[in-house]
Structure formats: C-alpha cells, structure tokens
C-alpha cells in the first residue's frame, strides 16, 4: 500500500494550471512565430510600396468587434491593394487586450502592425507609450481636420506626435421601452420623451419617480445607477483629472453631481440595482425588467442582441439630457512592427470619414470622423430593432455636442472603483451612501498608490 | 573529423581500388581502430550523458517557465515598478512587503482564502470519503458510477462556473427557485452577501474536486487487506464501525495526502471566484467579500498595473505555501510516530 501511495503524484490543480500555462504559452509562442513568419517573406517590402514579388501581411489586433471585417473593409482594401493581406487577431475583452498589449510593447515583440487602443487606455499610453509608437499626424492621407478636435487631442503627446487615430466614439442617446412607457403614463414619441428631460440629468430623474409611480409590476425605470453615473459624469470636461494632470475626483463637481444623481436613484428605488455587462443585467433586457437607460451608439446592437426578437419595435432613441461619450477607441501603429509604412497606410484608410461610415452602417459604432456625419450612410440611419428611430441624426447632434473631456492614466480604475464598489455596495449590499463612497475612495486610494 | 571518416571509404579496395593489399589492409585495420575508440567514447558519453538529455526537457521548461518567473518576480517585488512602464523602476527595498502588513485588502483577501479553503475542503474531503466507502461495496455498474465520479474534474472550470452562476442567480436563478418551493419568499443575492458568496464559490469547488478526492480514496480503499474486514466482522463489527475502526485508520496517510494537495488548491483558488464575480472579477464582489489571495494578486498585477506589489503577494503566497507544507510535513511525522 505504501507503494501504491507513493505512485501518487500530486497531479491536481497545480498540475492543472501549470498544463494550462505551458499550453498558453506554447500556444502564444506558435502565435509569434506564425506572424513573425508571415512578415518575415516580405519583410523587403516594409519599406513601403510592393516590390513586386510575395505579399504582405499586415495585422490588426483588436478587442471585441471592431466591425472592419464584418463591414467588408479588409476585402476591400485588399482589393485596392493586391500585394497586402491583412489578417485581424481579436482578443474578447479589452482588459484582456490591454495587459497584454502592454506587455508586447515592453518587450518589442508579437505585436500586430496596428494595434487597437481603448479610450480609457488612451491616456495612459500617450503618456507611457509614445516612444513606441509612430506618429500619424503626418502620415499621407490623415487630414486632422476628418476628426473630432477632442478625440484627435486624446490620442496626441504634448509635443504634437499622435499616436492613434480616432476609430469610433461612444455619444450617448437614452434607449428607452415605449410599451413600458406607455403603461406607467409616460410619452412615447422620441421628441416629446426626449423633452421630458431636456437639458438636466435631473429632469430624467424625476420622469424615474412619475415611472415609478405607476411602474408595470416587477419593472424599475433605469437598470443601474452606475450607467446613470456614467452617462452623467462624462458630460462634464473635468472628471477624475484636471487638465494639469491632478487627480481631483474627491472635489470634482462632475463626479459629486454625478454620485448624487445615482446616489438618488438607487436609494428611490428607481434602479434594477444591476452590474453592467453581468449576466443578470443581459436577463433584465431579455425579460424587459427595466424602461431606460443611457445607451451609446455602439450599445445598440448589445441592445438587440440581449432583448431579442420580442424587443423588436418596442425599444426606442430619444436625445439624452446632455451630450456625453461614453467609450469608442483609435488604431494606433507600433514602431516595433515589420512593415510599419504599410500599416501607416492601412491605419489611415480604415478610419478616414469613408470607411467609417460603412463600420456605422453595418456595427452602429459611430464614427469620430466628423466628414462621415454628412454621408448618407449615416445622415440617413434607421434602426429598424429601435422603432425606426433616425439613429444617424440623433446621434450625430449627441457628438457635436459632447465636451472635451480631460482624461487621465488611472481614470478606469477609478471609475470601476466609483460603479463596482461604491454603487454596488449602497444598491446591492444596503450600504449608505457615504459608506459606499468611502470604500470607493479607499479602493482608489489602493488603486492609485503605486 | 567528419571529413576523415567520410572520406575512408573512397580509399577502400572494394570501390576497386587499384591499391596494394597490404596497403589497403592497413588502412582498413586504421578505420577499424578509429572506429572503436569513436565508438567507446560515444558510449562513454552516451553512458553519462544521456540521462541528463533524457531529463533536459523538463528541466529546460522548469528554468524557463518556473524558475525564471519566480526569480524575476522576486526581483519585480523589490521595485516600485509599473506594467505600463517596466523600463521606469526605483529599488525600494521590503516596502513592497511591509506595506502587505497594513494593507487591509491583503488581510481581507487572506481572510477570506481560508474561510472558503475552509468551507469548500472540509466538506468535500468528508464527502468524497463517505462516497468512496459507498463505491467500495459490491455494485452493479461500479465502473459506470467511479467514471462518473469523475465527469465533474474533467469539466472545465470556466464551463462549470458559468453553469453555477446562472443556477445561484438572484431573480432567475434554480437555486432561489428551488428555496421559493420550499417556503422562502425573499430571494437571496448570494453573490452580494459575504457567506452567502463564499458558500457559492466552495460550491463550485466541492462539486468539481469531490469526485477526484473520491477516486483517490477508493484506490487507497482496495489496497486495505480484506482479512481485516473479516476478522472484524467475526469480532462482530458492524459496516459503520469497521468504516470507523478499519477503514478510516488505514486510510490516514491518504487522507493526510488529499489534506496537502486541497489546501495547496484552496490557497491559489482563483478560476471559480473570479468567474464567479461576472465582471471585473478579480474584484471578488463589490466589498471584496469573496476576493482570494490569488484574485488580489491578479487586481493589483493586471488592473492596477503594480508590478512590484503583485510580485511581492505571489511571494507571500509562495512562502505561506512552504508554511503550509512544513506543517503539513510536521503532521504527518506525528500521525507516524502515533500509529
């Protein structure tokens, strides 16, 4: 029996998790030597213009759906370009992506020839990353003056080096449940919803209490208080970072109106107390257990997909009280990459004001290329799913009003610390308001000291 | 020298060569030596050699994938050094690690790694050695019902943790559905509360690891000399006091096994809260009630981006492990010295 006993590796989760590791890696090594493969051939042609024989390959590593693919812009694109292939590598999620991207630019390898950058993270690399990165203000083909002059200062360093380019930008509509609506009193007609609460979060608010008064049973107005904190704290030009660079979230008057509003909201009762994204949050939408909620363009097609065929025709755009953005991303091109002129140019041509608006067309992201907004396939827009709703028009006025605002390098990390704990705690766990926002702040505290 | 023995044969008188025969005798009893001494140094080689090549490989992916990690987070951990700047780094000495001492979320998080090592160990350990007693009888069908025992390890932790998370959802979740049956109106947000998400995470972790730890039992079970059963039952020995009396005493050095390799998972439980918490979930639930070491770690290495501060927990981590083994190896010297 001893020996028996003794054969007895243990062979458990340990040696899981180091199975697990060494096939990641084994896979993320395969997965470097293929790209460094492909470019390898062509490498002669990184100088820029085909030389005639073999292709090249770009890459464009991106997080979740950039809709390039399915708008058809790489076909395109190779079409214009017989000598380029380019192949898309996507991570799901960008908190996923990031860590890795970072890694990737420290260590000067197995990067893509463009990498995806989120606006969150923007900041962030400006002001860490630059050095890797080559400038694109001047590469032939980007005009300045195709993008919004906010997300064109985002993605640029102090001494004018820009490091991306603007893909989308998240203007902020409300999408709103017309049969809910209906139900508890409320209008339903987009221009007469969108007047309920014109020009103050607060107004919106208060439609939450006339909702609420005559809710249909087991509905609440809005889903979270932490979308409402989002969609209002991104409507003002200083949030979590003065334009010096100071953290200022403690004094700010964006978040502290921002925190009082949801602050208000929850304690109302007016919110479904839901995590964003979570799966108990895509259920709510599936069973239409809320009427509204502050809805970027490129969440509309989560929107549908979530609510599904019995949403179809019940939801609906109005104009939210303040223009806000809420996500979006640039395409920036590494310096480490094999065949950095092409990319330059791949870079330039996916996000002129053209391409964007068929992204727009196919995906709903709206484009930060202020040209696009006049072309049909965005002037034009109708979202079946949403009633028809002249989503082009609606949320192109959302964009042009939406403030420059300052962003800094921990700004996700505090806002996931204001939603995640803070919120969360005072609408999930019956914390009081000032209890949720002191952990919040000891979370940002933690956070921010390195 | 691979150019001599090449060339050799092209001299040799069976290419028809026009040589003389001595000449070419000589030349052949020339090769023949070479040959051997080549040949009895390549086994010489081969003989000391070999071993080590045969067991390079892992030692290889060990230096590569174990060793140099570990060596190169033990020097991250002595830097204030950021994921976003690795090139930006200032020596600051054990503050990485003194600074643990107060950091109330590293207590919490070593907190809550042994109440849920606990609740999720204990139980499961208990079950799979009831379990394996129940397998251990004559069955119809006993190998359909041990490959069973099994489906839950092999399932993936991703898959099963989804599967829990919608069953221990709040308003659509089996679980509050099954307790609204039985009488309870208020749904539990198990998640959001603090025993209630820990009870959930170990959940995870019994229905997963019982099977394996049963299969281990088992085994350890059948080696038991079935002489001792009989005499029991001549003694008069009933099943539950020859499980108690028999049994168990002869499973001790096994128990004390699947004790080791339970606590080493239980300490770097990471998958199952982390999918568990949705998203972001390395936060381990909105006050962190469920946040493991192992989650910690990962909030502060990868969302924080504090390379220093992540490195110097996967070192405490490391060394409570070592702790843990120590007492452990102490535990069984004195379960061996008492029998």
Redesign the interface.
């Known amino acids: 029996?001893?020996t028996?006993?003794k054969s007895?590796r243990?062979r458990?989760?340990?040696a899981a998790?180091a199975l697990a590791?060494?096939a990641a890696?084994g896979a993320s090594l395969l997965a470097g030597c293929s790209s460094d493969s492909d470019t390898a051939g062509s490498g002669a042609s990184g100088s820029g213009n085909g030389n005639g024989g073999g292709k090249t390959t770009l890459t464009v590593g991106t997080f979740g759906v950039f809709g390039y693919k399915q708008a058809g812009l790489y076909d395109e694109y190779q079409k214009l370009h017989p000598n380029i292939t380019i192949k898309e590598n996507v991570i799901e999620r960008n908190?996923t992506y990031y860590?890795q991207l970072?890694?990737h630019l420290?260590a000067g390898s197995g990067l893509s020839d463009i990498q995806a950058i989120e606006v969150g993270n923007i900041n962030?690399v400006v002001t860490?990353?630059a050095a890797k990165f080559e400038d694109l203000s001047k590469a032939s083909g980007v005009e300045k003056s195709n993008f919004l002059d906010w997300k064109w200062a985002q993605a640029t360093t102090a001494d004018n080096k820009t490091i991306g380019l603007g893909t989308d930008i998240g203007p902020m509509a409300i999408c709103y449940r017309t049969d809910l609506f209906k139900k508890a009193g409320l209008p339903t007609d987009r221009t007469k919803v969108g007047a309920l609460w014109a020009g103050d979060w607060q107004k919106y608010i208060d439609a939450g209490k006339t909702y609420k008064q005559n809710a249909p049973a087991g509905t609440t107005f809005t889903d979270s208080a932490a979308g409402l904190y989002q969609a209002v704290s991104n409507s003002y030009s200083e949030r979590y970072y003065d334009s010096s660079g100071k953290v200022i979230y403690k004094t700010s008057p964006g978040v502290k109106t921002a925190w009082n509003l949801a602050m208000e909201a929850a304690t109302g009762g007016l919110t479904g107390k839901l995590?964003?994204?979570?799966?108990?949050w895509d259920?709510?939408f599936a069973?239409a257990?809320f009427a509204a909620l502050p809805c970027p363009a490129w969440m509309l097609g989560y929107i549908q997909e979530k609510a599904g065929d019995a949403g179809k025709g019940k939801w609906d755009v109005a104009a939210a009280p303040k223009s806000a953005n809420w996500g979006g991303a640039f395409i920036g091109v590494p310096s480490a990459g094999k065949n950095k002129a092409e990319a330059v140019k791949l870079a330039a041509w996916l996000t002129a004001p053209e391409q964007q608006a068929k992204v727009f067309a196919k995906q709903a992201s709206f484009p930060s290329a202020v040209g696009a907004y006049d072309l049909p396939a965005v002037k034009d827009a109708k979202h079946a799913y949403f009633n028809n709703a002249p989503i082009g028009e609606i949320f192109a006025a959302a964009a042009k009003g939406i403030p420059t605002l300052v962003i800094g390098?921990?700004d996700q990390?505090i806002y996931?610390a204001i939603t995640?704990?803070g919120i969360?705690?005072v609408e999930?766990?019956g914390k009081t308001p000032a209890q949720g926002w002191s952990?919040a702040e000891?979370e940002i505290d933690?956070?921010l000291d390195? | 020298m691979a150019s001599d023995l090449t060339a050799a044969p092209t001299a040799s008188p069976d290419k028809g060569g026009a040589a003389p025969r001595d000449h070419a005798e000589q030349a052949r009893r020339d090769r023949d030596e070479r040959r051997r001494k080549w040949r009895s140094r390549f086994y010489r080689w081969d003989v000391k050699g070999s071993p080590y090549a045969f067991v390079s490989p892992f030692f290889l992916f060990f230096a590569a994938f174990g060793l140099f990690p570990l060596i190169y987070t033990a020097w991250n951990s002595f830097y204030r050094v950021e994921l976003t700047n690795l090139d930006a780094r200032e020596f600051v000495g054990w503050h990485n690690y003194t600074r643990l001492l107060q950091d109330e979320f590293f207590w919490n998080a070593l907190k809550n790694t042994f109440t849920i090592g606990l609740i999720s160990t204990v139980p499961q350990l208990l079950m799979a050695l009831g379990l394996a007693h129940l397998l251990n009888y004559k069955l119809r069908g006993s190998t359909f019902f041990r490959v069973a025992m099994l489906v839950p390890y092999a399932t993936s932790v991703a898959a099963a943790t989804l599967v829990f998370t919608l069953m221990f959802g709040t308003d659509y979740g089996m679980i509050n559905w099954a307790l609204e049956h039985i009488g309870f109106s208020h749904h539990i947000d198990w998640r959001a509360g603090t025993w209630s998400s820990q009870i959930a995470v170990s959940s995870i972790v019994i229905w997963r690891w019982t099977g394996y730890n049963t299969l281990i039992y088992l085994a350890a079970m059948q080696a038991v000399p079935p002489d001792l059963y009989e005499s029991a039952a001549l003694d008069g020995a009933s099943r539950w006091q020859q499980f108690r009396h028999v049994t168990v005493p002869m499973l001790r050095p096994t128990i004390l096994f699947t004790v080791v390799v339970s606590t080493i998972g239980a300490t770097q439980l990471f998958g199952e809260p982390y999918l568990f918490g949705g998203t972001g979930g390395e936060k381990g639930g909105s006050a962190h009630q469920f946040q493991t070491l192992g989650l910690y770690l990962y909030e502060q290495g990868w969302t924080n981006y504090h390379l220093g501060r992540a490195s110097a927990i996967a070192w405490a981590m490391f060394l409570l492990l070592l702790l843990i083994a120590a007492v452990n190896g102490l535990l069984a010297r004195w379960l061996r010295k008492s029998q």
């Open positions: 029996m001893g028996t006993r007895f243990p458990g989760r340990t998790v590791a060494i890696m908190d860590p970072l890694t420290a962030e860490t990353q995590k964003l994204f979570d799966k108990a259920q709510a069973n257990k390098p921990k990390q996931t995640d704990v969360l705690q999930q766990q952990a000891k933690n956070a390195q």
